[in-house]
């Protein structure tokens, strides 16, 4: 199985603030990687697929960069609706697997 | 528009079987790859299954094979998740998701709001 690690597992911002999040593959998955926002209560929404192609409505202050292993998540300006949980997931092969997710949290 | 409506969650003891429903609208859904996930409480997102979009196939966490099975009816446009031999670990938020095609990849594009299904230890 291909194993994902995001770090940092949590993270103290404040509005305004540039945030970037690392996803590290074990093995090379090309660019089928997705990325995630959770809020508490509710289902995660699809936010960048294939790496670094931003959803349809999602706002362009996301943006998601790299390939084969390494990946990041970039918040440009952190807005206050930002606050949330952030989980990347690798679509290259079966078990689809997640990593462990990012807390970004209110500095 | 899109919309995934799980149902059938509730509190069932060890051992014993559950079957959730995932009823889909606003898309045509025997066109769709579908997928299980859950989520344990204060914990992170664990992929459980997928079906192919006509039923010909489906993949199961190692975790949940042998006992989960995913089927679909296509004609009435649900999805269904059978779990039977329920364990305490399996207690999550279980939600299910649309994959679509994109840019080469699949991707789960469109999530339910979840079912909560709780296994006492």
């Known amino acids: 199985d291909i194993q994902l690690t995001q770090s940092p597992s949590f993270l103290s911002a404040s509005v305004g603030d540039r945030v970037t999040v690392t996803c590290r593959a074990s093995?090379?998955?090309?660019?089928?990687l997705a990325w995630y926002q959770q809020k508490p209560g509710k289902a995660p929404k699809l936010l960048i697929y294939?790496?670094?192609t931003l959803q349809s409505g999602v706002p362009l202050r996301f943006s998601g960069s790299g390939s084969g292993t390494e990946f990041t998540l970039t918040i440009s300006s952190l807005q206050p609706e930002d606050f949330a949980t952030y989980y990347c997931q690798q679509l290259n092969s079966y078990p689809r697997t997640f990593g462990q997710g990012t807390k970004v949290d209110i500095k | 528009q899109v919309q995934l409506v799980e149902s059938g969650g509730g509190v069932v003891q060890p051992g014993r079987s559950l079957r959730l429903s995932c009823a889909a609208s606003?898309?045509?859904?025997?066109?769709?790859?579908m997928h299980w996930f859950r989520q344990a409480p204060g914990k992170g997102l664990e992929w459980v299954g997928v079906?192919?979009?006509?039923?010909?196939?489906?993949d199961y966490a190692d975790s949940v094979r042998g006992r989960f099975t995913i089927s679909r009816d296509n004609s009435k446009n649900t999805l269904y998740l059978q779990m039977n031999s329920l364990r305490a670990e399996d207690t999550a938020v279980y939600y299910c998701?649309?994959?679509?095609?994109?840019?080469?990849?699949?991707?789960?594009?469109?999530w339910g709001q979840g079912t909560l299904v709780t296994v006492p230890s």
């Open positions: 079906i192919w979009f006509d039923g010909s196939n489906e």
């Open positions: 294939a790496a670094s």
């Open positions: 606003g898309f045509t859904f025997r066109s769709y790859g």
């Open positions: 093995q090379g998955i090309a660019s089928y």
């Open positions: 998701a649309r994959e679509e095609g994109l840019l080469g990849g699949s991707y789960p594009d469109h």
